[in-house]
C-alpha cells in the first residue's frame, strides 16, 4: 500500500483512496489524471476487492496496456478488467452471443469495411452516383448510432430528401451487416447500451460481474458508453470518472461534455476532487493556454497551477505566406537545436491534413528529418488487410466484405463480371456469398472455368477454416502458406512490394508478440484487437524525427517544444464552426490542448496569406492569440527574404497561354520557370519551379505575369 500511495499530492491521494459512492476528478492538463485511475485501480485491488471485480476503462489500447502493467507491478495482482470501452463491449457481446442471433461469431468492421458495405448498399439502391458521397452516408450512419436510434426510428423522424435517402440507406446497411454476422464500431457500443436497457439477463448479468467502474477521458464518452457506465454502476454506484471539460474536443464525432459538466446532477452523492497541479509545462506556458480556456462558458472553474519554472514567453510569430510560416518553423526548430532540443523533443500541430504539406516541404529543403503522425497505419495498409481478410473469413464464414477482398487476392483469374454474377445468384437464391461459392457448379451464367475457380477457392477457404485457431501465429503463417501471398511479393521485381512483403512479414511478428501476451487467447481476441487499434496506438517513439500531426491527435501526449501552425481565423477556429457559439468553444479548446501539450517552449505561427484551391485568401490572426495575456506572449513579425529579378523586362499581361520553360512571376512565390501545362481553358493549370521549389497552380487564379 505504501508503494500505491507514494509520491501522490494531496488531492491525487484522495481520489485515489476514496471510500464507495461516486467520485468526479476533474483533472488539468498535465495534472495525473491517468495516474490517478492507475493507482486507484492497485488501491482497490490492495484493500481486498477481488481484481476480477474491477472495471477500468481508457480510450486507447496502449493506455490499457500501460495500466495493467502498472497495476502489476505495484500489486503482483493481475485480473482486473482494463480495456477501451470498445474492447470491453465485444467482450462483453461475445459472452452472450446468442442474443445477437449471428450464426457465426461476428466481425467488426473496421471503416474501410464498413465504407465497403455502404458502397454496396449505394449499388444496390441504384444510389451510387448520388451527390452525398459514402462517406457522407456513414458519418450520418454513425451520429445516428451515436443517438441510438434504429433505422426505423432514423426513418420516423426524416423529414429532408437527404434524411429518407439516408434512412433507406441506413436500414439495407445494418441488413447487409446482419447478414454478414458483423458488427462497426458504433454498433459494439449502441448493441451494449440497447441490451442494458433492454435485456435483464445481460443487464443483470454485468451488474454483478462488477463492483467498482473507473472511466478514464469521461469528457469524451459519447450517448450510449454514458448509458453503458450509468446501468452498470446502477447497483452499487461505485462510479470513479475522471476527465477535463476543457479537454473536450471530440463533439464532432459523438462525445458529449454535458456528460463530465452533469456528473453531480446525475450522481447528487458524488464527490468532486480538481487536480490543480501541472507538472508538464512553465508558469508563462500555462498562463497562456489558461487565459485561452477561462474565456468558454461550458467548463468547471478550477485554477491551474505549477511548481516548475517561469520559462519563456509563448512566440506568437506572423508571417507573410504560408509558405514563409513553414520556412519560420524551419528556423524554429534550428534554435531550438542550438538550444540543446533533439529534433525528437519537436513536434508540429495543425488543424487541418492538408496544412501538413507546406511545412514537409520546408523540413524536406532544409534536410530536417520528420515523421507524420497521421500516415497510413500500419493495419491499414493494403496487404495487410488483404492477410487479416483471410483471417476474419476463417472465424466468420458469412462476412462477404471480406471475402469478397480476398476472392481475387492474390490474383486467381476471378475477374469482376464472375463476381458480379456469383452475387446475382446468391441475392437470387437468398444464398449466403459463402454458400454461393460452394454451389458455383449450379450458377448458368458462369463459365465452367470460372466455377473451377471459384470452387479452388472456396476449398482454399476449407482447408483454412479446419486449421487450429491457436496459436495465432501459425494460423497467419498457414494464409501465408496456401495462398502464396507472401512469396509472391517476395518474387515480384517491384521496389514497393518488398516493402509490402516485410509489412506482411511484421504481421507474422505481430501475431507472435500476441500469442506470448496472450497465451490463453486465440484468433478471435487477436482480430478484436487489430481492428480496434487506434492512431495513438499506432505510435512509436522516434528518437530522430520531428513529428507532425494534427491538433485532435495530439491528445494525450507532451513534447519539450511545440509548433502550432495557422492559428488565425478559418482554420482555429475552423471556418465551419464559426456560426456555432457551441463549437467555437471547442475550437478553443482544441486550441487550449494543443498549447498545453508544450512543456518548454511553444511557438504559434499564422500566415497572413495562404494558397487554398490554388487561390492565395487573406487572414487575420485568431481570436485566440487575442485571449492570451500580454505578459505571457512575444510578437514577431518574420517574413523570408525572397529575391525577385527585377531588372527583367515584365510584359504587364496575365498570360492566356504558356509554354514549357516560359519565365513567370508570382505575387507571392516571386520569378520561376514554367515546368510543365495542363489542360485548357478555365481548367488549365501549370507547374512552376520557383528557385527549386515546384508549385502546382490553376492559371485561372494564379495572378502570374511573363517575364522576359
Not at 468532486?272 to 467548463?299: D, H, Q, Y
Not at 458455383?440 to 483454412?464: H, N
Not at 495575456?629 to 497561354?657: C, F, L, M, N, W
Request: hydrophobic share 40%; proline share 3%; with cysteine.
Amino acid at each position: 500500500m505504501k508503494e500505491v500511495l507514494e509520491g501522490l499530492t494531496q488531492s491525487q491521494a484522495e481520489a485515489v483512496t476514496h471510500g464507495d459512492g461516486p467520485l468526479l476528478g476533474v483533472a488539468g492538463a498535465g495534472s495525473g489524471k491517468t495516474r490517478v485511475i492507475t493507482r486507484r485501480v492497485a488501491y482497490l485491488a490492495a484493500s481486498g476487492v477481488p481484481p476480477y471485480r474491477i472495471l477500468a476503462i481508457t480510450f486507447t489500447n496502449k493506455a490499457a496496456d500501460e495500466m495493467k502493467r502498472r497495476v502489476a507491478e505495484l500489486t503482483g495482482t493481475r485480473g482486473a478488467w482494463i480495456s477501451t470501452f470498445h474492447s470491453m463491449c465485444a467482450r462483453m457481446l461475445r459472452q452472450f452471443p446468442d442474443l445477437l442471433g449471428f450464426e457465426y461469431p461476428f466481425s467488426i468492421y473496421d471503416r474501410a469495411d464498413s465504407l465497403a458495405c455502404i458502397k454496396a448498399v449505394l449499388s444496390e439502391l441504384g444510389l451510387a452516383g448520388s451527390r452525398m458521397k459514402p462517406n457522407s452516408f456513414l458519418g450520418a450512419i454513425s451520429r445516428a448510432k451515436n443517438n441510438m436510434l434504429t433505422p426505423a426510428q432514423y426513418a420516423e423522424r426524416a423529414s429532408s430528401p437527404r434524411e429518407k435517402q439516408t434512412a433507406r440507406v441506413y436500414d439495407l446497411y445494418q441488413r447487409m451487416c446482419r447478414a454478414n454476422s458483423a458488427l462497426d464500431f458504433d454498433d459494439l457500443l449502441l448493441c451494449a447500451a440497447q441490451l442494458m436497457e433492454e435485456n435483464d439477463s445481460f443487464r443483470t448479468y454485468w451488474q454483478g460481474r462488477f463492483s467498482h467502474v473507473l472511466i478514464d477521458e469521461y469528457q469524451d464518452t459519447n450517448h450510449p458508453q454514458y448509458v453503458i457506465a450509468r446501468w452498470l454502476a446502477a447497483g452499487h454506484g461505485n462510479l470513479c470518472a475522471t476527465g477535463d471539460p476543457d479537454q473536450s474536443i471530440y463533439g464532432w464525432r459523438g462525445a458529449d461534455i454535458k456528460n463530465i459538466l452533469d456528473f453531480k446532477k446525475d450522481y447528487s452523492d458524488a464527490r468532486l476532487v480538481k487536480l490543480e497541479e501541472n507538472f508538464r509545462s512553465t508558469k508563462t506556458i500555462l498562463l497562456a493556454a489558461s487565459g485561452v480556456i477561462e474565456i468558454n462558458k461550458e467548463r468547471i472553474e478550477r485554477g491551474l497551477w505549477t511548481r516548475n519554472d517561469k520559462g519563456t514567453p509563448v512566440q506568437v510569430i506572423e508571417s507573410a505566406t504560408d509558405v514563409d510560416e513553414a520556412d519560420a518553423v524551419v528556423a524554429g526548430i534550428k534554435s531550438s537545436r542550438a538550444d540543446g532540443f533533439n529534433y525528437a523533443d519537436m513536434a508540429v500541430f495543425y488543424r487541418t491534413h492538408a496544412q501538413s504539406r507546406v511545412v514537409e516541404d520546408s523540413l524536406r529543403d532544409a534536410g530536417m528529418p520528420y515523421l507524420i503522425l497521421d500516415a497510413v497505419e500500419f493495419y491499414n495498409r493494403k496487404e495487410v488487410k488483404d492477410v487479416v481478410a483471410y483471417l476474419k473469413a476463417i472465424v466468420n464464414p458469412s462476412d462477404a466484405v471480406s471475402l469478397l477482398r480476398i476472392i481475387n487476392e492474390p490474383r486467381r483469374g476471378i475477374g469482376p463480371r464472375t463476381v458480379e454474377r456469383l452475387q446475382a445468384h446468391a441475392a437470387a437464391e437468398r444464398l449466403t456469398f459463402d454458400e454461393a461459392l460452394g454451389a458455383a457448379d449450379d450458377i448458368p451464367a458462369l463459365s465452367k472455368g470460372a466455377a473451377r475457380k471459384l470452387k479452388d477457392f472456396a476449398a482454399l477457404m476449407g482447408r483454412l477454416r479446419g486449421t487450429a485457431r491457436s496459436p495465432v501465429v501459425e494460423v497467419v503463417r498457414a494464409v501465408l502458406a496456401e495462398t502464396g501471398y507472401l512469396e509472391i511479393l517476395k518474387q515480384s521485381a517491384a521496389e514497393e512490394d518488398a516493402a509490402r512483403a516485410e509489412n506482411v512479414e511484421e504481421l507474422v511478428n505481430a501475431a507472435a508478440q500476441f500469442d506470448l501476451d496472450y497465451p490463453e487467447a486465440g484468433l478471435e481476441e487477436f482480430l478484436e484487437r487489430v481492428t480496434l487499434v487506434s492512431d495513438s496506438d499506432a505510435m512509436t517513439s522516434d528518437e530522430g524525427r520531428v513529428l507532425l500531426m494534427t491538433l485532435h491527435s495530439a491528445k494525450g501526449l507532451e513534447f519539450p517544444v511545440v509548433f502550432i501552425v495557422g492559428v488565425q481565423e478559418g482554420l482555429l477556429p475552423h471556418i465551419n464552426a464559426l456560426g456555432s457559439k457551441s463549437q467555437v468553444e471547442e475550437e478553443r479548446r482544441l486550441c487550449y490542448v494543443g498549447m498545453t501539450r508544450a512543456k518548454k517552449k511553444l511557438f504559434l505561427h499564422w500566415a497572413a496569406e495562404r494558397f487554398t484551391f490554388g487561390q492565395c485568401d487573406t487572414a487575420n490572426q485568431s481570436r485566440f492569440i487575442a485571449e492570451i495575456p500580454a505578459e505571457a506572449k512575444q510578437h514577431e513579425s518574420q517574413s523570408v527574404k525572397r529575391v525577385i529579378e527585377y531588372d527583367e523586362e515584365v510584359t504587364g499581361d496575365e498570360p492566356d497561354r504558356l509554354s514549357v520553360n516560359d519565365r513567370v512571376r508570382h505575387p507571392v512565390f516571386g520569378t520561376g520557370r514554367v515546368v510543365s501545362v495542363s489542360g485548357s481553358g478555365a481548367k488549365a493549370t501549370v507547374v512552376v519551379d520557383f528557385r527549386g521549389r515546384k508549385r502546382h497552380l490553376m492559371l485561372k487564379f494564379a495572378n502570374l505575369v511573363q517575364v522576359g
